[in-house]
């Protein structure tokens, strides 16, 4: 993935707030007024054609799909950033969704060698290494131990990583949409390490996908024996091929990319094998061309998803904002929402359950007529963080990163209601 700036937009506080001053652009009134539905034909009283005939029977859906009219709500790539299909990513439409959940056909997708075609019934999972027995799984044997239900989101390490330098991407979906939150069913790897006997020496696992990128990273064995899962299950449903079918590595909070799918081996060793993924990718670029060296937890972060450059402000008066927030390190504490790009922050209520290392819904109702406005939201979790600009982040990580960006975004709602990314500085 390239780091290359597109068109960066950049606006400052001052230009904002001239533009706000002066009325700003002419203000389009047809994207702006509600359309009376004395217009529009066949409304009630009228009778549509819907209440008129029979609709289709129970079996016309074995497997139920959206509603014709929600046909724009899918997944989407970015052409520049999808060099080749099987080694890319698809972005998740979070500016169509609410709630805290990611219905399982939205999740976005990262593949490193595409979407492996894996038989449960031939799939195994191999324990192996600093272990008293090596063992091979099956899936039913899996299925054998005791599971867990929890809530989880998983964000790749490069979400908004086009973002770094400038503002760039116009959607949510492109800049923030490398998120997804699932309800897993899973068994606590602690189980299945502890089947095996862990010796005393094991410090390490190095758990291994059987995708043709045999995708593998390493994860300390304190985080594997507290919360990691491996999961069969998203959201009820068997996980989707593109989720890791038929089992995943679930390590809350942390870099999506250490949640290798199609998991078909853990090794345990006794130090951390730095495999590609550890080295090359996913570690920070330093403004002295050092690099961090493992940054697991994805810090506290947080994005308005509706108003959004894909859903403009359509209405003067009372409007609804909705935003998404989450910490891999607990739960979401706050959010403040800024209107006039950080100037005033006003606090947003969270609406829905708030679990640890989950997504957290907030909405903020507001009125507007027509003013320019530079949103913004920022999110502090349970342990006191407070989500930074991306001045303050460049401050101390440079630019030359293209990971870990919890920067805050500043999207310009115009005077017509269109929204852009911007940034304020
Ligand atoms: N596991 C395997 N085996 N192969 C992969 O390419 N991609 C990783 C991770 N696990 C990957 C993998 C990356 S970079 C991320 S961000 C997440 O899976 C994406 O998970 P998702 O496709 O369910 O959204
Ligand atoms: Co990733």
């Known amino acids: 993935m390239s780091a290359t700036k597109k068109n960066p937009v950049r606006t400052t506080r001052r230009q904002f707030l001239s533009a706000a001053a002066g009325g700003g652009a002419a203000v389009t009134a047809q994207s702006i007024l509600p359309v009376s539905a004395a217009e529009i034909e066949g409304l009630p009283p009228e009778v549509a054609d819907w209440s008129r005939y ?248 947080s994005v308005i998803t509706n108003p959004s450059p894909q859903a403009p402000l359509l209405h003067k008066g009372h409007n609804v904002l909705s935003g998404m927030a989450w910490s891999g390190r607990g739960t979401v504490e706050r959010v403040d929402v800024s209107l006039d790009g950080g100037r005033n922050w006003r606090h947003a209520r969270i609406d829905g359950p708030s679990f640890d290392k989950a997504v957290h819904r907030f909405y903020f109702e507001f009125d507007w007529q027509g003013e320019p406005l530079l949103l913004q939201s920022r999110a502090i979790d349970s342990t006191g963080y407070v989500q930074p600009t991306k001045d303050e982040l460049r401050a101390v990580r440079g630019t030359n990163s293209i990971y870990h960006n919890n920067g805050v975004q500043t999207w310009h709602v115009r005077a017509g209601g269109e929204v852009e990314n911007v940034e304020v500085s």
């Open 54 to 301: 029979l609709g289709e029977g129970v079996d016309a859906y074995p497997y139920g799909q959206p509603s014709k009219f929600e046909s724009h709500v899918v997944r989407r790539n970015v052409p520049w950033l999808t060099a080749s299909v099987e080694s890319s990513i698809n972005f998740t439409p979070l500016h169509e969704l609410d709630g805290i959940i990611t219905p399982n056909g939205l999740c976005f997708e990262r593949h490193h060698a595409g979407v492996a075609e894996v038989d449960p019934a031939e799939h195994r999972l191999m324990i192996n290494g600093l272990v008293e027995k090596p063992l091979i799984f099956t899936m039913a044997d899996i299925l054998r131990f005791p599971r867990t239900n929890k809530v989880f989101f998983l964000e790749c390490a490069a979400n908004s990583g086009m973002e770094w330098r400038g503002a760039q991407l116009n959607g949510c979906q492109f800049t923030h949409g490398m998120v997804h939150c699932v309800m897993y069913t899973g068994v606590p790897l602690k189980l299945v390490l502890q089947e095996a006997g862990l010796k005393t020496n094991a410090k390490w696992i190095m758990p291994e996908g059987a995708d043709a990128a045999g995708m593998n990273r390493s994860v300390p064995l304190d985080k594997a024996l507290d919360d990691c899962l491996l999961a069969f299950k998203m959201n009820g449903e068997a996980l989707r091929p593109e989720q890791g079918y038929p089992l995943r590595l679930v390590v809350p909070g942390w870099e999506g990319n250490m949640w290798v799918k199609w998991l078909r081996r853990i090794e345990v060793g006794d130090q951390p094998w730095h495999t590609r993924e550890e080295t090359s990718k996913y570690t920070d670029l330093l403004e002295d061309g050092r690099s961090r060296r493992f940054t697991w937890a994805m810090d506290c972060k």
